[in-house]
């Protein structure tokens, strides 16, 4: 089993900056991987960036410039650097990751339990 534990959310202003981490530990081979996720309460689940064990990266529109998403592989551990945030960026962000725990197992998806961000005067 693979656990994630998410640290950084908490209150900030409308224009200030939070980075997120999430740390992957437990029974890992690989991570091929690794995202960030938002949930608002009544709104679908989107995705905010994810990284590939190469350094590809992909971000939503909505955050495009602003956010960073980084990872050390050595750490199996994944961040996300949020700059000029805005009140719209409140949510629960989540953490997934793809991994495998075994060399010739099937790659799985994990989450972790999220963290709250809210961006508010």
């Known amino acids: 089993q693979v656990q994630l534990v998410e640290s950084g959310g908490g209150l900030v202003q409308p224009g200030g900056s939070l980075r997120l981490s999430c740390a992957a530990s437990g029974s890992i081979f690989s991570i091929a991987v690794m995202g960030w996720y938002r949930q608002v309460p009544g709104k679908q689940r989107e995705l905010v960036a994810t990284?590939?064990?190469?350094?590809?990266?992909n971000y939503a529109d909505s955050v495009k410039g602003r956010f960073t998403i980084s990872r050390d592989n050595p750490k199996n551990t994944v961040y996300l650097q949020m700059n000029s945030l805005k009140p719209e960026d409140t949510a629960v962000y989540l953490c997934k990751v793809r991994a495998q725990t075994t060399r010739w197992g099937r790659p799985a998806d994990y989450w972790g339990q999220g963290t709250q961000v809210t961006v508010s005067s």
């Open positions: 990284i590939t064990s190469g350094g590809s990266t």
